[in-house]
């Protein structure tokens, strides 16, 4: 028992793997029980509705929603625009200028508009969410909660997922017209295109269903960023360091877990021909 | 409905701990109607845990704890929560919700459950608030309290609905001398006004000899009670070496496992 074991590096990696597995096999256990309690509550809140936390609700759309709005258009736009420029350095050299509107169009709506706001509410929200739940875990207010006889994840969880369900599809089409504005700009200063143009070539191949599915694309995210930071929050140990840990690592298992479910439900329009 | 006669909490065999590990195991008391009961023990022998398991907020490792007459270990949640609904608990750091003022912490319980209108509502909770000693604290955030108002604040907000059974951990840890014996008559006012049931978790023996009329000691290495009955009787009378020592503040020089 006291002898001391020489460290062999293949039994040390296996013991780091199995360990990794281990926790992701409790935390896809803790995020299943997390969906039922979830649903529990939400019938809870379906029987009485005079439970359920409506001002918290505001509150959290104002965080997520009013007050992301300023850095949402500011990254959209500015992505807009990198992706203008690099269509157009493509473009130019077949002279195929005026598809920048395609590319940009396309490539914003269908993917980058969603993910980009998706990214920042993971930061701005996700964490936040985290980082609340869990300091509200070291302080006994989940226990004192409970003892209330409140459900922690209907009184915490459900005012939060629906806050981001409700903001994120604003958020991102907001951020589709800041990107498209982004390309826009590209075009009549570098391409020389003219505004008129490049508006409608925009207009002509962008079909209402084009930005219909990246804003359901963000319903996806909304409900991930909101229960993952929200898991964390509750998984969180019992200390400040716990609730550090909490929050980063609601914001990489969100970004991860948006990937994720971004290739999966591109995978799947494709195969339903969008 | 209570089968064992006038006992509001029944705790039998209760072993409690954390993933595992016990802390205290064989735990086995009651706490009649309209008593003041209190658990006793040093730091770290597990009072605030014991008390954790008895509301039901973890599951006991094995063992079986009733509150008026009906498990709170073995019930379906929603009557779990309909039970909890039923006995206030005040946190040994108050466990205030600190993104509501502190009028709106105790209202909380009161909007929930009850159909009582606005201004009534906020009568309640300026007497609750009264009733502590915190009249002017209804629009304060918690942060901005102390640790003494904060937990009489949570006693408030524990009161709100009128519990017939209190659960306080460590009621005067934290308080100056003065408003500790203010909250021991509170405490005091509230069995003898309405009949409050309240089992305190603390260790300070002004409280103990002041209002408990039974205490059960709680030992470290033992992992279990190792005394249990009224206070002064157990400090005056006690065979055990360490049970006089505790409850006479004299050091703890003698462990329980040399006793005889
Ligand atoms: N959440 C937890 N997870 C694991 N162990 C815990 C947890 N909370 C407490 N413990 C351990 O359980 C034991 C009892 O802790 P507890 O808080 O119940 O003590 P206490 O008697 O209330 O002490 P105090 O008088 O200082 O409040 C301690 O050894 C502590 O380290
Ligand atoms: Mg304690």
Redesign the interface.
Known sequence: MTKSVKPNPIVDMMDKIGGAAATFGNDVCFFICFLGELA?ASL?LIRHP??FRGRDMLYYMDLCGSQALPIVICICYLMGVILGFQFALQAQKVGAEIYVADGVGFSILKELGPLMVAVISTGRAGSAFAA?IG??KV???I?????????PVGFLVVPKLLAMLFTMPLLIVFGDFAGLTGGFTVAVTMMKLTPVSYIDRTLEVLLPSTLTMGVLKGLVFAAVIALVGCMRGFQAKSDAQGVGRATTSSVVSSIFMIVVADAVLTRLYTLWGY | MVPKQGMIVEVENLSVGYEGNVVLEKITFTVPAGAIFGILGGSGVGKSTLLKHMIGLYPPLCGEVKIFGRSIVNCPETEKYRLMRRFGVTYQGGALFSSMTVGENVALPLETYTNLNKSEIARRVQEKLALVDLQGAANVMPAELSGGMKKRAGLARAMALDPKLLFFDEPSAGLDPITSVELDELLLRLRAQFGTTIVIVTHELASIFGITDTVILLDKQAKTIVAEGDPRKLRDHSPSLWVHDFLNRQGYDHAPANQE
Do not use: D
């Not at chain 1, 226990?143 to 459900?151: I, N, P, V």
């Open positions: 529990k809870v005079g439970r609340e300091t509200m302080n006994e207010e226990s004192a909660l409970e003892t209330m006889g409140f459900s």
